[in-house]
């Protein structure tokens, strides 16, 4: 069997015309591309084909959510995602170089495996910042780092306090 076999989709059967698709992905999908930043996910993906005589018309959309460590407390954080993203599939020779939205595959080919893409686009919809709601971080915490803080801006190394007083403005 294919690694990620069930993402394969045979569009040499299929008539021209629109098609539809759907897909789970959870953990184990993520791990399959070395991807072991989420403490658990589950996203549903719809997938919708649209086969023409010369080209695939892709849309992708997928709602969900992935639980990580906050970046604040480190509490575990559950954080909703959804999005949608499009893909076109051109068929041509090897000369073509694919980009961000177009796919160049040989005329010989009679499948797509559509894991990566799914992966991609997830991922890049993922935020930077992985954060709970104004006021739902862990209260211990937060006290704690407040006292970190404080205490790194009361001390002042005395080597460095002189050079406050220089006036660089002549």
Known sequence: MKPLGEYIIAFEGLKQGTHHFEFE??????ETFDCFEFNSSAF????ELEKRSTMLLLEFSFTGSF???C???LDDVEMPLSG????????????YTDTDDILILPDSEHEINVAANIYEFIML??????????GKCNQNVIDALSK???????????????????NLEK
């Open 44 to 47: 549903k993906v719809d997938l």
């Open 67 to 69: 639980t990580v460590p």
């Open 84 to 95: 949608a993203e499009k893909l076109i599939v051109k068929f041509g020779s090897d000369n």
């Open 71 to 73: 970046d604040r407390c």
């Open 25 to 30: 992905v959870d953990n184990k999908f993520f």
């Open 125 to 134: 919809h993922v935020p930077q910042k992985r954060v709970h709601e104004k």
């Open 148 to 166: 970190v803080e404080q205490k790194e801006e009361q001390h002042e190394d005395p080597r460095w306090a002189s050079l406050k007083d220089i």
